[in-house]
C-alpha cells in the first residue's frame, strides 16, 4: 500500500468514524432507551435509569406472549424446516448426476428473487386459505420454508460441494450403508454449513412482518413484530420508552443463539484433505 | 483374499468411453498396478472394482461371486484414497476402526484390533489425536491402516503416494510391498509413476483410452514393448522411436535424409508380412545405443545436441534430421564429444513396430 499524506490519513479516519457513529448510535439507543423513564429518539444517558419500562412490557400479556411463545414457534418451525430440507436437497443436489440439477438450482435462486414477497402475496394468501392454512403457525411456517429454501439450498450446495467425495466413498468402501454414511461421515462435516443456515432461516423467520400480518387473524397468535402496535396509541403514536424495552428483548434470542452456536460448535470450517 | 475377474467391463462418461472392454484376470494373492497417463481409465477401472462407479457392460468376478452390481460394501474390498480421506472429525482410533465399528464389533475388541495394527504401521502413539495434526507419511500410514484392520478380500490403492515429498515417497513405497507380501492379499493398485508400478507390481497393465495396452510382469512389459504406446510410455527417459523405410532388396533400413542401417542381426526374426518400401517405426532404448567417433559399416551420423550429467549415469542426447536420439551412459560424467559423432545400435535389442503400431520383432 502507498504511503498517505497526514491529511488523507485524517479524512480516513474521520469518514471511518463517522460510518462506525452511524452503525453504533442505534445500538447505543437500543441499550439505553428501555433504562430511561423518558426516552426520547435521542440517545442519552439515563439519569434515573429503572427497569420499569421492562415491567411495564412483562405487564403486557399479549406482547410477552407474542415474542416467548409465538415467535418462537414460527422462528424455530422454520429453523428446523429450512435446515432439514436444506441439508437434504443440498446434498441429494449435489452428490448425484441428475441432467440440469445445475440450472434447477439457479432458476429456483432466480424465481425465488424475482417472484418473493409483497409481489407473492395474493397467491400466497390464496393458496393458505384453499389449504385451510389461515391464522395457524404452521402456515406461516411453511410459507417463511417456502421463501428462504432457495437461497438456503443454494449456500448449502455450495457447501457441500465442496467437501470431497472421497469421505464418504472411503466409508462406502469399509462397509456402509449409504444411510450410516450420510450420518456418520457427511452430517458431521457439513454441520457448519447446516448451522449457518439454519441461524440465517431462524433470523429471518423471528423478524418476519408481512406474511404473519397477512396469514394470521387472532391476535393471541400474532409474532412480535406485530406486537409492537400494543404500544400504540390508539392515535397511532409510539410510547417510545415501551417500544425500546420490547425491542431490547426481542433482540435477545437471536444474539443468544448466535452465541450458543458458536461457543458450542464454532462457525469454523473443516479443513485437513490433503489436496 | 481372492481372485479378481474382469468380463468385457465398459464404463462410459456421456460420449467419452472410460473404460472399453477390458478383460482382466487378478490372481489369488497377486499385485498388480494399473500404469498410464492421465485420462486412461485407470481409475475409473479402480472404482468400477470398488463399486463407485457402475458397469454400462460386462462383469466383475471377486472370487466366484459376480459382484457387478453389488453395492461398494458387499465386495468385500478396502480402499486407499488419494487424498487419503481420513474423517477429519474423529481421531485416529476412530478413524482406523470406524470399519470395524460399521460391522459391529464391540469397542474393546475395536480397540485392541486397531492397536493392534497401528503399532505395526508404526503409528501406535497417534491414536488420539485427530488427522489434521500428523504430517502428510502418518496420514498416509493411517488410510493404510484403516484398509489393514478388516481383512478385505481385495485391496485397491488409488495413486496412495502421489501426495508424498520424493524422500517419503521411496520409503512408502518400500513399506507397502512388506506389507504386500506380509499380508499375502490381492491388490491393484493404480499409478501414473511408471517407477512405482515397476518396483511394485508383480505385473502390469499399462492403459490408455481406456484400453489395456499390454499386460505383463515389469520386466517382461520394459523388455518387449507389444505396441508404440507403451515403447514410448515405459522407460525414462522413454525408448528411442525412428521413423524408417524397409528396403528389403538391401536388407537396409532407411532414415529419413538418407541414413541407413544394416538389418543385420535382426532378418531371421522378421515377420513373413514385412513388405518392400514399408513405413516401421525402429525402436531402441537409450541403453543399447554405442556412440562412435568415426562412421562404421552400419552407424548413423548424428550431431551431439546436450549432454546431461544424471549423478549416476548420464545421457547424451543427438540429434538427427529433427528426430531425437537419447543415448544412456553408465558413467557418472559425461564423455567429451566432437559436435559429430556416430551411432552404433545393437540390433539384437532393437523393435520394429507397424504402421498401426503393433510389435512385428
Known amino acids: ?14 469518514l471511518a468514524i463517522l460510518l462506525g457513529l452511524f452503525f453504533v448510535l442505534p445500538m447505543l439507543w437500543l441499550i439505553t432507551a428501555p433504562l430511561n423513564p423518558r426516552t426520547t429518539l435521542s440517545v442519552t444517558l439515563p439519569s434515573q435509569p429503572s427497569l420499569d419500562n421492562f415491567r411495564a412490557v412483562f405487564d403486557n400479556g399479549f406482547a410477552i406472549r407474542a415474542l416467548l411463545v409465538n415467535n418462537l414457534i414460527i422462528g424455530g418451525g422454520a429453523m428446523v424446516l429450512v435446515a432439514v430440507v436444506a441439508t437434504l436437497a443440498s446434498y441429494s443436489l449435489s452428490r448425484t448426476r441428475v441432467p440440469g440439477s445445475k440450472l434447477l438450482v439457479y432458476v429456483l435462486i432466480l424465481f425465488s428473487s424475482v417472484v418473493s414477497g409483497t409481489a407473492a402475496m395474493v397467491p400466497i394468501f390464496l393458496l393458505a386459505y384453499n389449504l385451510g392454512l389461515i391464522n395457524e403457525h404452521i402456515g406461516v411456517i411453511l410459507v417463511m420454508t417456502g421463501g428462504l429454501l432457495p437461497s438456503a439450498i443454494f449456500i448449502m450446495r455450495d457447501f457441500v460441494d465442496s467437501i470431497p467425495r472421497s469421505y464418504e466413498e472411503a466409508a462406502l468402501v469399509c462397509g456402509a450403508s449409504p444411510r450410516r454414511t450420510f450420518w456418520d461421515v457427511a452430517m458431521p462435516l457439513v454441520r457448519p454449513g447446516v448451522l449457518v443456515v439454519a441461524i440465517w432461516a431462524f433470523v429471518n423467520a423471528w423478524g418476519a412482518f408481512l406474511v404473519p400480518l397477512v396469514l394470521l387473524r387472532s391476535p393471541e397468535k400474532m409474532p412480535a413484530s406485530i406486537a409492537f402496535y400494543s404500544f400504540y396509541t390508539e392515535a397511532g403514536t409510539p410510547n417510545l420508552p415501551l417500544v425500546s424495552a420490547y425491542a431490547f428483548l426481542y433482540t435477545i434470542p437471536v444474539l443468544l443463539l448466535y452465541l450458543i452456536i458458536n461457543w458450542r460448535f464454532g462457525f469454523r470450517f473443516f479443513g485437513g484433505i490433503k489436496r | 483374499m481372492a481372485e479378481v475377474r474382469l468380463d468385457n467391463v465398459t464404463r462410459q462418461f456421456g460420449s467419452v468411453v472410460a473404460v472399453n472392454a477390458i478383460n482382466l484376470t487378478i490372481a489369488d494373492g497377486e499385485f498388480v498396478a494399473l500404469l498410464g497417463p492421465s485420462g486412461c481409465g485407470k481409475t475409473t477401472t479402480l472404482r468400477l472394482i470398488a463399486g463407485l462407479e457402475q458397469a454400462d457392460g460386462g462383469h466383475m468376478y471377486i472370487g466366484d461371486r459376480d459382484v457387478t452390481n453389488l453395492p461398494p460394501r458387499d465386495r468385500d474390498i478396502a480402499m486407499v484414497f488419494q487424498d487419503y480421506a481420513l474423517y477429519p472429525h474423529m481421531t485416529i482410533l476412530d478413524n482406523i476402526g470406524y470399519p470395524l465399528k460399521v460391522r459391529g464389533t464391540p469397542r474393546a475388541e475395536l480397540t485392541k484390533r486397531v492397536t493392534e495394527v497401528a503399532e505395526r504401521l508404526q503409528i501406535g502413539n497417534l491414536l488420539q489425536r485427530r488427522p489434521g495434526q500428523l504430517s502428510g507419511g502418518q496420514q498416509q500410514r493411517a488410510s493404510v491402516a484403516r484398509a489393514v484392520v478388516y481383512h478385505a478380500q481385495v485391496f485397491l490403492f488409488d495413486e496412495p503416494l502421489s501426495n508424498l515429498d520424493a524422500k517419503l515417497r521411496v520409503e512408502a513405497r518400500a513399506f507397502l510391498k512388506r506389507l504386500q507380501h506380509e499380508l499375502d492379499v490381492t491388490a491393484v493398485y493404480v499409478t501414473h509413476d511408471q517407477a512405482e508400478a515397476m518396483a511394485l507390481a508383480d505385473r502390469i497393465a499399462v492403459m490408455n483410452h481406456g484400453r489395456i495396452m499390454q499386460l505383463g510382469a515389469p520386466l517382461e512389459v520394459y523388455r518387449r514393448p507389444q505396441n508404440l504406446f507403451v515403447a514410448s510410455f515405459i522407460g525414462s527417459p522413454p525408448m528411442n522411436l525412428l521413423p524408417c523405410r524397409v528396403d528389403l532388396g538391401a536388407r537396409r533400413l532407411v532414415f529419413a535424409g538418407g541414413a541407413a542401417l544394416e538389418m543385420t542381426g ?23 545405443i554405442t556412440i562412435r567417433e568415426t562412421a562404421g559399416a552400419s552407424t548413423l551420423p548424428v550431431k551431439v545436441y546436450v549432454t546431461e550429467p544424471l549423478g549416476g549415469e548420464s545421457l547424451v542426447i543427438t540429434q538427427m534430421g529433427d528426430l531425437l536420439i537419447s543415448i544412456r551412459l553408465f558413467q557418472d560424467e559425461p564423455p567429451s564429444l566432437p559436435d559429430a559423432v556416430w551411432l552404433e545400435l545393437n540390433m539384437t535389442h532393437t523393435f520394429l513396430y507397424g504402421a498401426e503400431g503393433e510389435l512385428m520383432r
Open chain 1, 1 to 14: 500500500m502507498n504511503r498517505m499524506s497526514p491529511l488523507a490519513r485524517a479524512g480516513l479516519f474521520l
Open chain 2, 266 to 288: 535382426m532378418m531371421e526374426r522378421l515377420p513373413a508380412s514385412l513388405r518392400d518400401g514399408e513405413m516401421v517405426t525402429l525402436g531402441i532404448r537409450p541403453e543399447h
